[in-house]
């Protein structure tokens, strides 16, 4: 088999990426529908678009793990927290972001590490894709006024 090899814990990874990006896709479709019933119509169409953006990142996990020879087995979603306001739910988001752009880093660092270059190709793919994501909600809050690189303990949610 092609990918006999495969280091455990790239498959380790592949399953915590399925969880974050199901737990995205559920993330952004409540905000869609949120946002929708707040009367902001074009806050939905982007939340929307979005989670077409995530479900196709979870796509791509589940093809590379088809091909890896294992089933997809996201076992993780994170319940989707609601919030009163847009700029609320965006921080929330700026979160979720953060934190997938930090597991595809580790993924795509380990995995140039053991020389695995086809799957570091891989999650840097979907990492750049993050980081793209991560900055849109970065410039929509500042959009918003809010000003950038507030520290994760001055937001009132937590
Ligand atoms: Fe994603
Ligand atoms: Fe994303």
Redesign the pocket.
């Known amino acids: 088999m092609r990918h006999a090899t495969v280091h455990p814990r790239t498959l380790g990874y592949l399953g915590r990426a399925l969880s974050l990006?199901y737990s995205?896709v559920q993330q952004?479709m409540t905000q869609a529908a949120l946002t929708e019933a707040w009367g902001l119509a074009e806050a939905a169409d982007r939340f929307r678009r979005?989670t077409v953006?995530?479900m196709q990142?979870a796509e791509r996990l589940v093809k590379r793990m088809l091909g890896l020879g294992v089933s997809p087995n996201a076992s993780q979603l994170r319940p989707a927290n609601v919030a009163r306001n847009l700029v609320d739910l965006l921080r929330q988001?700026a979160v979720?972001?953060a934190e997938?752009v930090a597991l595809y880093n580790e993924a795509t660092q380990f995995c140039r590490r053991i020389q695995d270059h086809e799957n570091a190709e891989f999650f840097n793919g979907l990492l750049q894709?993050?980081l793209h994501?991560?900055a849109e909600i970065e410039t929509w809050l500042e959009a918003l006024g809010v000003p950038r690189h507030q520290e994760p303990n001055e937001r009132a949610y937590f």
């Open positions: 990006e995205a952004y979005e953006e995530e990142h988001d979720l972001e997938i894709d993050e994501h991560a």
